[in-house]
């Protein structure tokens, strides 16, 4: 597959995989998706890579979730004809659980919305004082059910996850080190080094022995993607909504959403 939205590299045993918009902030449209899938079903399955890290081009974001300059949350808007709502969001957090290896998001700047979810869904974290973590979710007319809230809450816990999803504040990185979001957190000169002594320290791990680990971790958690994919059904039909529509175009028109004119 040629790519387009996204950078992939092989080193060393460790494949990473770079969201490359940065004039979007990373912002993923069905394509990039799509890519994303793709390299990592490459690297889940070559025995030569250990690792995998994801992370975003630049300095200014790992990754600002979907991408809101686009017409709508739709089929045609995406870009995409596959997944539930029109990009296959799902298909990707799924893999990034299911590939045998961990993977790592490393993070600079802002991890917001679906890029927040990402680097929730990522076995490990390891973000620069730069991280800027939080959902916006509900502010613009959207939600990411499954891993996005109920796997965040196994994490962060209840109260807290609860919290990111209904106020949509942001935290800094040392705030996300505290509640769990983050595994470690350097300077933003230190994190390439980081990450890269993490990766060659997994390199030296047993390869099985971490598959078995992972599918253990996962077993407890898999039932979330089954209310994912009925969340995914739900959110659909929401998406369709003014309510929801509401959102796009309020960002768009650079105004406060008024949701509560279009509640069904």
């Known amino acids: 597959m040629a790519y387009e939205d996204i950078l992939y590299d092989t080193e060393n045993g460790v494949a990473t995989i770079t969201i490359n918009r940065p004039d979007k902030l990373n912002a993923f449209r069905g394509q990039t998706v799509e890519e994303m899938i793709d390299a990592l079903q490459d690297a889940g399955w070559d025995k030569s890579i250990g690792v995998v890290v994801i992370t975003g081009a ?47 998001a490393k993070v600079r700047g802002y991890a917001i919305g679906g890029g ?35 796997y965040l809450a196994r994490i962060v816990g209840e109260k807290k996850a609860r919290e990111i999803w209904y106020m949509c504040r942001q935290y800094t990185a ?3 080190l505290d509640i769990g979001l983050a595994n470690t957190v350097v300077p933003d000169r230190d994190l390439d080094a980081e990450v890269a002594q993490w990766c060659a320290d997994l390199m030296d791990r ?12 996962n077993i407890d958690t898999d039932h979330i993607k089954g209310i994912g994919a009925m969340g995914f059904e ?29 509640q069904v």
């Open 174 to 176: 040392r705030e996300a």
């Open 58 to 104: 630049g300095d200014r974001a790992f990754s600002s979730g979907g991408d809101q300059s686009l017409d709508n949350k739709s089929t045609e808007g995406y870009g995409s004809r596959r997944g539930t709502i029109g990009i296959p969001i799902e298909e990707l957090q799924g893999l990034i659980r299911d590939i045998p290896k961990p993977v790592i």
């Open 206 to 217: 047993s390869p099985t022995a971490l598959a078995i680990a992972k599918r253990s971790f």
């Open 116 to 150: 927040n979810v990402i680097a929730t869904v990522c076995d490990l974290t390891i973000a620069s004082e730069t991280a800027i973590f939080g959902q916006v979710g509900p502010s613009m007319g959207s939600v990411d059910p499954g891993y996005g809230t109920a």
């Open 234 to 262: 739900a959110l659909k039909l929401y998406y369709a909504t003014e309510e929801s529509k509401e959102g796009g175009r309020a960002f768009q028109e650079r105004r406060k959403p008024e949701f509560r004119k279009y």
